[in-house]
Structures are given as structure tokens and as C-alpha cells.
């Protein structure tokens, strides 16, 4: 098949790439002509593992190019995604659809007649409605299909949870559509993915229900290891002893510094103002995200409590600043508040990431950005775990207690055992477990 994809961001290009690798023929349009000449030489604009191997793989074999001319990428399709970014709209928390309107007032007047539309990127229960009316508008002859295609990969895992995905949610009434989107995921369906036909309202709200029940499993495991750590028991056996009843799963269960993210912060709020408008207020949800909100600051404190409260003239070296391992992406993540916490309370802040740098020093004012894990730690008076990255869960202790100018450790991700570290002649902080 031919495919459009409109936007090589994380989602778009990923999914593009995957799609060639079926062995659709497939272009990734992006209005961002610098992104569209880096592909071009074979530069990923992202950290994604595989990803670069995946798509020089493709482009070699003729099935993947990029393109900043979206008139002739469309024109030529069968189906068309759009695949571009819905942030969170400035000042109300609602998603912001400027991209995605705007990608459908572009694609309007030069889809071929029986073109299938996908909207890819996450969007309020509504925005497909809204879409077909753009095209309409601007082509009342065509005889398009707008449907919702949700995406669940998560980023650092992206290319296999693409091609192995848990399932794959199909929102449309319109039968040609359904056998178009089936060709399209053919090879997924025959590795027995499940396919969840339905209509377009309910595939859109699928997503926003899926992440927000996410968010929602991390923020109840936090408040749970909040409390263990007051009763003196450890979160981490709870979770294990819950999460083995197959209602509950293992998985989400982690606690640490609170989710963040380009996806779960902005689609919580999303649903949480799509529930308001509709008076069907999503409650819980609201909780989380205030929740979530305050625990990042917290662990600001939580570092502050090793040294009496006061942490005024420390100097902390902070392990791992994107919003979770294997990503260079910054959006929302944790260390942001943490970081700037730690500032507030009159500390100085060194930073190591292993491959979140470039965009760290992007968002970061005030801090020393150095480039390994000792070299951070060097003179710190403690050392605080952020990002599970690998390369972090086998620190030489010995080495950090000659080099710190106190032997302290917060592991805001609970990758060390704390008799290990305490072994050391550390003082160790972990989320959840006892002292
Ligand atoms: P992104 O910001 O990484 O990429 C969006 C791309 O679209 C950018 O490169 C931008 O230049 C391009 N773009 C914007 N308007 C365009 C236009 N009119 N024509 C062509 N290109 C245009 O965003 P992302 O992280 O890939 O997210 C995209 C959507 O997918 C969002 O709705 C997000 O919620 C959803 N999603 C993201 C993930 C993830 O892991 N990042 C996972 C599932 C779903
Ligand atoms: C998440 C979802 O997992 C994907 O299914 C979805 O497609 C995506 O959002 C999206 O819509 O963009 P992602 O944000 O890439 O994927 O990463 P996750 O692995 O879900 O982690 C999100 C945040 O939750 C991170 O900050 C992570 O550290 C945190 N987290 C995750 C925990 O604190 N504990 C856990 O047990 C799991």
C-alpha cells in the first residue's frame, strides 16, 4: 500500500519506518525541513533504540522516503496519517489541535477521491468529527474516511511495541476503511495481535483512558510507598505481592519521582477538561495529576531531609534527566521541578545524562552539565538517581565514597539494594522502603 505519514516526531517516524518494514511503500512528510534533510542523511533527529538501522534499512530498499512537499506525498497515497504533535494548549490544559487542523486543511484539496485519513496522534473524542468537516469543507466531491488509529508504543521500546503491540484500536463504521486499516496492519494480525474494531468516538477515548489508567497505577504505587515509608513497610513487596493477582499486573508498579513525559501529563489533563465540558468530570484523574504534580517538588525535600532539611551551598549531582531511560526526550520530565527544587533550596546542581545532554542544556539554567557519572559525583555532597538508566544500576560504590564530599545517595528509582549501598559507607534514601 501506499502510505502518507504526516510528521516524523516520535510517533510518525517510528510508525513510518515500521509500516516500510511490513513492506507498505511509505513517505514521512514534516513541515520541519532541517528534520527532512537530517533523515535525508541518514541523522535520526531522535535517541530511539534500532530506529536508525530500521529506517537505513527501508530508505535502502526503496520502501521509505522523506519529504517536506506534502502535495505530492498525498497526492499519491491510499491512506494518509497524520501523526503530528497535540501539547497541551497553553494556558487551559485542553489539547492543543492547531497541528492536527492544520495538517487537515493541508492534505484537504489534493487527497486522491477514496483516500482512508488516520489520525494517529492522540486526540479529544471529537477531533475525528472535526476533521472530516476541514475536508469536506475543501473537497465536497471526495469520498474520504477519517479514522481513529491510536498509537500505544512507548518511546525507548518503540520499534517493538509498534510490532508487537498488545493491540491495535480501529475507530471507523465504514466498512472499506476497516478492510483498508486491516491490509495496512496485515502482517501484525497474523502474528496474532488483536484488532479492536470500533467506532471513532470510542477509539479516540480508548487512548485517553489508557494513559490516564496508567498514570494512574504509578501515582497510587507512589502514595502507597509514601505511606510505607511511615509504617515502615516496603512498596516494592507490595507491589510484587499485588501486582501477582492477574486483576491487578505487575507492570506500572514502580514507584519513583512521579510520571512525566511528552504523553502522560498532557493526555491526563486532556481527559480531565474533556470530562469538565461534558460534566462527567473524571475525578480520580483530576487527583493524580495534583498528585503527581507535588510529588516532584517533594522529592526535591526528600534529598533536602538527608542533610537535616537545609541543603543551602550542597552540591548535588543529579544521575539521569530525561523522563525515563533510552530517550533523549525532555518533555515534562521529572528532573525539570526536581532540579529546580534543589535550586530554590540554594543548592548547586550538577547533571549527568547518558544521552539526554544536548536537550538537557536545552532546559537547564545554573547547572553543570558533565560528562560521566564519576565526574558529576566528584566533590557532591550527595548523589540522586533520576533516570533508571542501565549504566547507573552498577555504580562503583567504592569509587563514588572516595570521590563525594559526603557519602550520600538518594535513588529516587530503587535500582540499588540499600544494605549494598549502606555497605559502602553510604547513607541511602530510596522511595518506599524501609530505613
Ligand atoms: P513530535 O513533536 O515528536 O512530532 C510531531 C512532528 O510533526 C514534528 O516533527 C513536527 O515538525 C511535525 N508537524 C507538525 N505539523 C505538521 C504539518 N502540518 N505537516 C507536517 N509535519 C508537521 O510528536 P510525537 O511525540 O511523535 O507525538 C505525536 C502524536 O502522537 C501526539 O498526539 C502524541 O500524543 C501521540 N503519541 C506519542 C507517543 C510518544 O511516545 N511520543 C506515543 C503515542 C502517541
Ligand atoms: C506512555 C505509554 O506507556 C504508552 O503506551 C503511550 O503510547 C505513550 O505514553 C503515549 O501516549 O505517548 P511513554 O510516555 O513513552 O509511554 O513511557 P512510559 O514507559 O509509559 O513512562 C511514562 C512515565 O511513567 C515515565 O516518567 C516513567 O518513569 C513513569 N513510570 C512508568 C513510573 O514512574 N513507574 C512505572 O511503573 C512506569
Redesign the pocket.
Known amino acids: 500500500m501506499h502510505i502518507a505519514m504526516i510528521g516524523a516526531g516520535y510517533v510518525g517516524l517510528v510508525s513510518g519506518a515500521c509500516f516500510s518494514d511490513f513492506g507498505h511503500q511509505v513517505v514521512c512528510i514534516d513541515s520541519n525541513a532541517e528534520k527532512v534533510a537530517s533523515l535525508d542523511n541518514g541523522e535520526m533527529p531522535i535517541h530511539e533504540p534500532g530506529l536508525a538501522e530500521l529506517v537505513a534499512r527501508n530508505v535502502g530498499q526503496g520502501r521509505l522516503s522523506f519529504s517536506s512537499d506534502l502535495k505530492s506525498a498525498v497526492s499519491g497515497a491510499e491512506v494518509v496519517f497524520i501523526a503530528v504533535g497535540t501539547p497541551s494548549r497553553r494556558g487551559d490544559g485542553h489539547a492543543d489541535l492547531s497541528y492536527v487542523y492544520a495538517a487537515a486543511r493541508e492534505i484537504a484539496g489534493v487527497l486522491p477521491t477514496q483516500a482512508v485519513v488516520v489520525t494517529k496522534s492522540?486526540v479529544p473524542v471529537g477531533t475525528g468529527d472535526e476533521v472530516e468537516r476541514i475536508i469536506r469543507e475543501q473537497n465536497p466531491t471526495a469520498k474520504v474516511t477519517v479514522v481513529s488509529n491510536p498509537?500505544?508504543?512507548?518511546?525507548?521500546a518503540a520499534i517493538r511495541d509498534f510490532k508487537h503491540p498488545d493491540r491495535i484500536v480501529i475507530g471507523t463504521d465504514d466498512a472499506r476503511a476497516r478492510s483498508v486499516m486491516a491490509e495496512v496492519y496485515r502482517p501484525l494480525h497474523l502474528n496474532a495481535s488483536p484488532i479492536l474494531y470500533t467506532d471513532r468516538r470510542t477509539a479516540e477515548l480508548t487512548?485517553y483512558a489508557?494513559?490516564s489508567f496508567?498514570a494512574t497505577k504509578?501515582a497510587f504505587?507512589n502514595e502507597i510507598a509514601d505511606l510505607a515509608e511511615k509504617v515502615g513497610a516496603n512498596v516494592q513487596e507490595v507491589a510484587r505481592g499485588i501486582g501477582l493477582d492477574n486483576r491487578i499486573g505487575q507492570?506500572?508498579?514502580?514507584a519513583?519521582p512521579?510520571?512525566?513525559?511528552?504523553?502522560?501529563p498532557k493526555?491526563a489533563m486532556a481527559l480531565i477538561k474533556t470530562g469538565q465540558d461534558n460534566e462527567a468530570p473524571v475525578r480520580i484523574v483530576e487527583t493524580v495529576v495534583a498528585v503527581n504534580d507535588q510529588r516532584k517538588r517533594a522529592m526535591a525535600r526528600k534529598v533536602a531531609n538527608a542533610f537535616g532539611g537545609n541543603i543551602r551551598g550542597k552540591s548535588i549531582a543529579v544521575l539521569g534527566v530525561t523522563?525515563?531511560p533510552e530517550t533523549d526526550d525532555m518533555r515534562d520530565a521529572?528532573s525539570i521541578p526536581l532540579i529546580t527544587a534543589l535550586q530554590d533550596m540554594g543548592a548547586e546542581v550538577r547533571v549527568f545524562d547518558p544521552v539526554g545532554m544536548e536537550q538537557a542544556k536545552k532546559v537547564f539554567e545554573n547547572v553543570t552539565f558533565c560528562d560521566n557519572a564519576y565526574r558529576c559525583a566528584k566533590g557532591c555532597h550527595a548523589l540522586v538517581i533520576v533516570t533508571e538508566w542501565e549504566q547507573f544500576r552498577a555504580l562503583d560504590l567504592k569509587e563514588l565514597s572516595t570521590i563525594m564530599a559526603c557519602p550520600v545517595i538518594v535513588d529516587l528509582r530503587n535500582i540499588y539494594s540499600p544494605e549494598e549501598v549502606e555497605r559502602n559507607g553510604f547513607l541511602y534514601c530510596g522511595v518506599g522502603r524501609p530505613k
Request: proline residues 3%.
Open positions: 492522540t498509537e500505544f508504543l512507548r518511546e525507548g487512548k489508557a494513559n496508567l504509578i504505587i507492570k506500572f508498579l514502580h519513583g512521579g510520571f512525566g513525559g511528552s504523553c502522560f493526555d523522563f525515563k521529572p
